[in-house]
């Protein structure tokens, strides 16, 4: 289903050290609560002031990765106004620099919130005086999840090395770029090819972005700038989690080098986290593995992601 | 037919015109893993037939970059390096398959065997050899005469020759090899070794 406002809203420029940054995939189970949590901790650690945000509306469960129960207030309550100002909603984790506006028990129809709502969330959570608003999108490539996506400083994606992982992955990253493209549209006749690309089978045989430019090339040719101006503003950061050999490793490396070459996009490679029994085990206890067993494989990782990820570097392919 | 991977070789295997040999392989066996049959990363973005295409584009890439001398002339032609451009001393890499050398043309049909004008000494055979283009090597695969007696003969090395019964038959083998008259040409050197042997 369309929605009428494709337009993505824009970073406030009032502190310049303020970023959101956003962890999607396309696949549920992932990981991604957890690595944001974990991400999370690790910031607020090296003494960034973070708030956590569960924005995966309908299936959060952040809080429970931090080893807290559902907080009576929740961004559900923010956004159906039951509570007026999101501070309200904001909760201490323990954590020293870390606190979190939570998911938890949402209504399920907070899935589908208004675009309108949608703005109100992002604007209040951008006034928060913190340095890194750190964003679990849930699963899927629904507007909510995208759109929260496109206004992050630092979009990471998540994957895990499994066909139906990536295979989402390559989808969420499509579907973020489209409806970014959509919204720079500046005709019908753009917006028209965009929209039959959606439609994976359209009759256009538009498979890829770089399909669509060749196609807007051929239609409106004036167009075509100002869409590779937003293709090569988009910046998904890859994330492989789960990585169990070198060649799980190497995916991430095959990830960056396939979306440069199929679909144009300038994709980079945060990191990746090695498969680990602690982190299981740490699960089962409701404890967050970077607090409760430091010095494990997936730990280590964990900071070397948040480093990378703070001072914007990535995993270079060297040969 | 949409190319699936444009761009020249360098491009094609995602490296710099100025990689290493070892380089070259490296990206040919990420690019081999990418691009096959069992890669996660490529399944949902190419159908099989366009990654099948993809995989024959980085072998065509690998086979001309693998080769020093076909990557030399691409270079050339590609202009990525200027005509009469030193070859690279390219050692070989030590992982990966032996690659498939072209065996060198066959050599030219010598003509009527020839007499050589006295002295017929060793440096005498040498200039007459070189002068053929042909190489030690080659005279010993055809002879079954080591090297290293044909650079003895070539080196005037006589006490390291064997026995005349057996020189007689190397010389005659040398001299048919290289296009000169077999018995003459023995006939003269071994005259020299009995006059003068070495010092």
Redesign the interface.
Same mark, same amino acid.
């Given at each position: 289903m369309m929605e009428a406002l494709p337009a993505v809203v824009p970073a406030t420029s009032a502190r310049p050290r303020r970023q959101v940054w956003s962890v999607g995939g396309g696949k549920g189970g992932i990981g991604k609560s957890l690595i944001t949590a974990a991400l999370g901790f690790q910031l607020a650690r090296v003494g960034r002031k973070v708030v956590l945000v569960d924005a995966d509306l309908g299936g959060a469960n952040l809080h429970t990765c931090l080893g807290l129960s559902g907080p009576s207030l929740t961004l559900g309550d923010f956004i159906c106004r039951r509570a007026e100002r999101i501070e309200d909603v904001l909760v201490e984790t323990g954590v020293p620099g870390l606190r979190l506006i939570s998911g938890a028990s949402d209504f399920l129809g907070a899935a589908n919130i208004r675009y309108a709502q949608k703005v109100r969330v992002l604007n209040r959570i951008r006034a928060l005086d913190v340095d890194i608003i750190l964003m679990d999108l849930g699963a899927g490539t629904s507007f909510n999840i995208i759109d929260f996506f496109l206004v992050s400083d630092v979009g990471i994606l998540t994957v895990v090395p499994e066909p139906t992982s990536i295979e989402n992955g390559y989808r969420f990253i499509k579907s973020a770029l489209y409806r970014r493209l959509r919204g720079a549209a500046t005709n019908n006749t753009v917006r028209a090819i965009v929209d039959s690309a959606l439609d994976q089978k359209n009759p256009g045989g538009i498979r890829s972005p770089l399909d669509l430019l060749a196609a807007v090339e051929r239609e409106d040719p004036a167009s075509v700038p100002a869409l590779k101006q937003q293709m090569t503003s988009f910046h998904p950061r890859f994330v492989v989690n789960q990585v169990r050999d070198p060649s799980d490793v190497s995916i991430g490396h095959q990830l960056v080098t396939a979306c440069a070459r199929h679909l144009g996009v300038k994709a980079t490679y945060a990191g990746y986290v090695p498969f680990d029994d602690s982190v299981w085990r740490c699960v089962r206890q409701r404890r967050l593995f970077l607090s409760a067993m430091p010095d494990c494989p997936s730990a280590q990782k964990v900071r070397e992601l948040a480093r990378g990820l703070l001072q914007g570097e990535s995993l270079a392919l060297t040969w | 037919m949409v190319a699936v991977?444009v761009g020249n070789h360098y491009e094609v295997l995602?490296?710099d015109a100025r +990689?290493t040999p070892?380089?070259v392989e490296? +990206?040919y066996r990420?690019c081999l893993?990418?691009y096959g049959d069992a890669?996660? +990363?490529?399944?949902?973005?190419?159908d099989p037939e366009e990654q099948r295409r993809a995989r024959s584009r980085v072998q065509e890439a690998y086979e001309v970059l693998r080769d020093p001398f076909r990557r030399h002339d691409y270079d050339v032609s590609q202009g990525f390096a200027r005509p009469g451009a030193p070859m690279p001393s390219l050692p070989r890499p030590a992982a990966g398959p032996v690659p498939v050398r072209v065996a060198p043309p066959p050599p030219p049909r010598l003509p009527a065997p020839q007499v050589l004008e006295p002295p017929v000494d060793g440096a005498a055979l040498r200039r007459f050899r070189e002068g053929r283009g042909i190489s030690l090597k080659e005279i010993a695969a055809r002879s079954k005469i080591g090297v290293r007696y044909l650079e003895y003969i070539e080196g005037d090395r006589h006490a390291l020759l064997p026995a005349p019964v057996y020189l007689r038959g190397f010389l005659q083998e040398y001299a048919r090899a290289t296009g000169l008259e077999p018995q003459r040409t023995a006939e003269a050197y071994m005259s020299r070794v009995r006059r003068a042997p070495e010092t």
């Open positions: - | 991977l995602g490296i +990689a070892d380089q490296r +990206a990420f893993e990418m890669s996660v +990363a490529i399944y949902s973005l190419l």
